[in-house]
């Protein structure tokens, strides 16, 4: 069974088509890559996804229970959002930020418990932030705090990750070591990703959803990431390499 489905999902914004008649359906052991251009609707039909926005028409399914059916409580144990941004507003530790992912397993109690403190240590340590536990967010930078942000996620371990450029902040050898991580959770996980680096796409996701004006491609990484469809959705033309068992896609 799917942990998400849409069935016939249309997607705007500011009155704006973006996306029409999407039929999809994601399962746990995917790492599904969002591409294509700048304002094609990736980070809004991920807002759909997760319940911030409405579709234009249609629905969104998780469980083949439909979204807005779902009980807040459920559905912070079912879906979690990590955006491409965060916007900090007031001082608070790495450590602290991350145990707010706990918040789905705290109800009917105040405080964080022994386990909730182990998590959050363990999460943190599997972004590489140990050392920057009781750090103030206000003082990291964007980089270290997406970290921050994926470890929470990883926290609040829902069902289905959805996710708004996770590797964006970060230099290469990190977006290496993440979305290594990001592959490593479709072990347990189902996980929707945009993305803007094509090649990172090609390289670690399972499937991809391919955007365009009017239209969208989606299936295998191999069925989807080739050059015609690259050319169509991007209106530039592509080389594909492939070096090592890596492929890669050269615009020119």
Same mark, same amino acid.
């Given at each position: 069974?799917?942990?998400?489905?849409?069935?016939?999902?249309?997607?705007?914004?500011?009155?704006?088509?973006?996306?029409?008649?999407l039929?999809?359906?994601?399962?746990?052991?995917?790492l599904?890559?969002?591409?294509g251009q700048?304002?094609?609707g990736?980070?809004?039909?991920?807002?759909?996804?997760?319940?911030?926005?409405?579709?234009? +028409?249609?629905?969104? $399914? @998780?469980?083949?229970k *439909?979204?807005?059916? /779902?009980?807040? %409580?459920?559905? !912070?144990? #079912?879906?979690?959002?990590?955006?491409?941004?965060?916007?900090?507003?007031?001082?608070?530790?790495?450590?602290?930020?991350?145990?707010?992912?706990?918040?789905?397993?705290?109800?009917?109690?105040?405080?964080?418990?022994?386990?909730?403190?182990?998590?959050?240590?363990?999460?943190?340590?599997?972004v590489?932030?140990?050392?920057?536990?009781?750090?103030?967010v206000?003082?990291?930078?964007?980089?270290?705090?997406?970290?921050? +942000?994926?470890?929470? $996620? @990883?926290?609040?371990? *829902?069902?289905?990750? /959805?996710?708004? %450029?996770?590797? !964006?902040? #970060?230099?290469?050898?990190?977006?290496?070591?993440?979305?290594?991580?990001?592959?490593?959770?479709c072990?347990?996980h189902?996980?929707?990703?945009?993305?803007h680096?094509?090649?990172?796409?090609?390289?670690?996701?399972?499937h991809v959803?391919?955007l365009?004006?009017?239209?969208?491609?989606?299936?295998?990484?191999?069925d989807?990431?080739?050059?015609?469809?690259?050319?169509?959705?991007?209106?530039?033309?592509?080389?594909?390499?492939?070096?090592?068992?890596?492929?890669?896609?050269i615009?020119?």
């Amino acid at each position: 069974m799917s942990v998400l489905r849409t069935e016939k999902l249309d997607v705007a914004a500011g009155g704006q088509s973006l996306i029409a008649g999407l039929d999809w359906q994601v399962e746990r052991g995917q790492l599904w890559c969002i591409l294509g251009q700048n304002g094609v609707g990736k980070t809004s039909l991920l807002h759909v996804l997760c319940g911030l926005l409405p579709p234009s +028409a249609g629905q969104v $399914l @998780l469980d083949e229970k *439909p979204l807005p059916a /779902l009980a807040a %409580e459920a559905l !912070a144990l #079912q879906r979690g959002f990590m955006s491409q941004q965060q916007i900090d507003v007031f001082s608070c530790t790495a450590l602290a930020t991350v145990l707010v992912g706990c918040t789905p397993y705290r109800i009917g109690r105040i405080w964080d418990s022994a386990e909730d403190q182990v998590a959050a240590e363990a999460a943190l340590q599997r972004v590489g932030l140990t050392h920057k536990a009781q750090m103030d967010v206000l003082t990291l930078s964007a980089g270290e705090r997406q970290r921050v +942000a994926l470890a929470a $996620l @990883l926290v609040q371990a *829902p069902q289905l990750m /959805l996710m708004d %450029e996770p590797a !964006a902040h #970060q230099d290469v050898a990190q977006q290496l070591a993440m979305m290594r991580m990001i592959r490593e959770l479709c072990a347990d996980h189902a996980v929707v990703s945009s993305c803007h680096d094509i090649d990172l796409a090609a390289r670690f996701a399972t499937h991809v959803l391919l955007l365009a004006e009017g239209r969208h491609w989606l299936g295998s990484v191999d069925d989807v990431l080739t050059v015609e469809n690259l050319q169509q959705a991007f209106d530039c033309r592509f080389e594909q390499q492939e070096s090592g068992g890596v492929r890669s896609f050269i615009p020119y």
